[in-house]
């Protein structure tokens, strides 16, 4: 009898130690300001689906930390033999979440998956790509049309699938249905409602600290601060400007902010015979803008000034530039030397529902062009139309923002400030149809420049011929990337700067 | 009556094809979806290869008899950013709304009809007025607000309900049910009462108003002056010859509210048909729009019909020739 006591209680205890197991896993729900479109790696290239896809999917390499460290993911090695070539030594022993081994032939699977519209939106990438040769299972040669010089920047953000199982499924169950070799695995995705991730133990970095993730995406703002403030979600995105004070208010909550890769600047066109032809003219409507003010009182202090559109981290930054300043006296006496002591009338155009106060910025950018004497019609759209306008090319004058998720400031210079040359595929987002030939020259020098110091100082160069001698664009500011969580739950999250969610990098 | 339903459905299919005309007509101004199916970087030709191979070359009239003739065969398209069948991505939202809708009608039936009673019986008593004075916040408060509020009284501030989400669901079959759970419906209980808002109020005005018309009529006293019962009195005399226009109302009522809950879907990041169409249009995603708006009207109009069939059944007096 007593031995059945003994018994039992050692029962019940292993019984309460394996309960105690899991409970001790941990888990962390999330709620997101947009959600995801598929589980399709090649379908969305905009980053809020591509911070969905990094979690279930590998690129050949990765970014980490402060500011965006090219480094090996399921390539250990990257070359680049000669102008055209890029070669790739694969990782070893990955497997992906359905068992399947990672070789090569995935590799070449995805790449030429990119340039097929039916599923792709890295059209411009798979379309560059000539050929894809597997030397072995390990290593694989991929050659382009034409020298890309920022090619192997871009790794990070192509994702490799598994050949069979794509092959296999039908194509509806593969855009609802990530099979790759990330840190997470996809449990349930129930649209509108939440995406809900488990942890890859075999993940060829180590497991992630985090064993599950449940991502709510919370598309108002208002929403979503409540749902942190109620307890509900622990890490919340996209914090609005305007709900910045009740944050930090809050005992129980933490403002994480990030300095924002992108840059909000305004774009003129230069058609002859028009005012914004004049150098003059351009500098005046620089000077006019008092951006200390816009910071201050439109972005509530969450940007910072910028002078010219790539930031620090980027090739082409250049150290040297700094913004003109304010001194609407010197730009109404720039207006009259120019033959304008009168002002003249121009349209301005921006997005309403892109960009952190992108329609505020714009009324307050006609309010201090009015005071040097130029009449601002606004015009301001939402984006679905407002781009559109962009990529026809008919606009005056109008506010657009900008990073270039490669790092390198060549191919954003190419689409947005080449002449318009549907041929070439050049400038395709110069929107106000600005063209320059001397500066089209330059930059189409840089198309061939590998070696990386040369490259840095030709675009440097470049950008200080778009920024101070043609003023091409209008600076504006970076944005800041603002995020909140749950004080003294020890949640570790550092963001990053491309504001992907990663949640193999975040710990508690 | 056969004849007259026939001649609905006739009516009905003619306003579904002026429908979908609209929509293709305004799709013309609604920017390009091409431009991000194709990538930020796409060169012209690239954006033009993406235009081809999804029909959107072809003039505005061929594309619309290609997707008359498509939807007539049951295929609506294939949502252009999440590349699977529209109506499939619509249906799947569809429990979630129809469940927020439902609740929704029940709520402002019962306390708008019961309390326009309430009001109508004593006009005059001061929780008549107050209810009244309610019923005009209830019709002037913009929805987006009622939720904020209450999402802030009641889930920020009281902690007691949660501020978003559908919460614990079931599968029942193909329907995906938060009713059968204590925290699915403990969700529910925000947004549906923020939908009901607008809705109790104008029923409870309708009914008020016909109540208090009816009660001066002379069969009301004739009913009195036999000494029938109150409740005979105010339901079986009264109430029910009110009731036509209320259910009428109502049912309109229902099929907007299963159609357009777009708000009280979005602030409570409610995963119905709502909340599914804002994104759609923000993205420009053609094919979701036009079936979310053709599957809108099919609603709203079959609703019509059933109501004008109730009328009937409520009042047989009432003939349809």
Known sequence: MKKLAWMTAIALMTAALVAAGPAAAKSLVVAVDSPPRMMNPHGDDSDAGLSFMANFFDGLLQRKGEDGKLTPALAVKWEHPDALSWKFTLRKGVKFHNGNDFTAADVKFSFERLGSPEVSEFLNTGKQITAIDVIDDYTVVIKTKEPIPWFANNMHQIFIMDKESTEARDPGDVMIKPIGTGAYKLQEWVKGSYVRLTANENYWEGAPPIQSVEIRPITESSTRFAALASGKVEIVTGIPVELYEPVVKNPKLEVVSRPARRSIFLALGNKAGSPMADIRVRKAMYMAINEDEIIEKIMRGHAAPAAQIPDVPTVGYNPDLSRLPYDPATAKKLLAEAGYPDGFTVTLSGPNDRYVQDEKICEAVAKYLAKIGIEVNLDVKPKSIFFSEVAEGTLEFYLIGWFDGTYDMGRTYFKLAHSRDADQGFGGLNGANYSNAELDKLLESTAKIIDPEKRRQTLQRLNKMAMVEQIVWIPLHYQEDLYAIQKGQGIQFDPRPDRWMVYKEIDK | ?321
């Open chain 2, 1 to 321: 009556m056969l004849t007259y339903i026939l001649r609905r459905l006739l009516q009905g299919v003619i306003v579904l094809l002026a429908v979908s005309l609209i929509c293709f007509v305004i799709f013309r101004y609604m920017g390009d979806p091409v431009l991000t199916l194709a990538g930020r970087y796409a060169t012209q030709d690239q954006i033009q290869e993406v235009r081809k191979s999804l029909g959107l070359d072809q003039p505005t009239y061929v594309q619309y008899v290609k997707f008359l003739w498509n939807a007539a065969h049951g295929n609506f398209g294939k949502s252009y950013v999440s590349r699977v069948p529209a109506l499939g991505l619509i249906l799947e939202r569809f429990p979630a709304t129809f469940e927020l809708a439902t609740c929704a009608i029940l709520i402002s039936l019962v306390f708008g009809v019961g309390f326009g009673v309430l009001v109508a019986l004593r006009p005059y008593a001061w929780h008549s007025r107050a209810i009244m004075a309610g019923s005009l916040g209830g019709i002037s408060m913009p929805t987006f607000l009622t939720g904020i509020l209450l999402i802030m009284i009641f889930a920020v501030y009281a902690g007691i309900l949660p501020p978003f989400g559908r919460g614990k669901t079931v599968d029942v079959g193909f329907w995906r049910t938060g009713l059968l759970t204590v925290d699915g419906i403990r969700h529910l209980i925000l947004p549906a009462i923020t939908l009901s808002t607008y809705q109790l109020a104008v029923l409870l005005r309708l009914t008020r108003a016909g109540m208090r018309e009816v009660m001066a009529e002379e069969y009301i006293k004739t009913a009195w002056a036999k000494g029938l019962s109150p409740i005979t009195v105010i339901v079986k005399h009264a109430l029910r010859n009110v009731l036509i226009p209320v259910v009428t109302m109502a049912g309109l009522q229902f099929g907007e509210l299963i159609a357009f809950a777009i708000v009280t879907e979005t602030i409570f990041q409610w995963p119905g048909m709502g909340n599914l169409l804002l994104t759609s249009i923000y993205e420009t995603d053609q094919p979701v729009i036009v079936t979310y708006i053709m599957m809108a009207a099919v609603i709203i109009i079959s609703i019509n019909i059933l109501v004008d069939i109730f009328y009937a059944v409520l009042n047989p007096k009432i003939r349809y020739d």
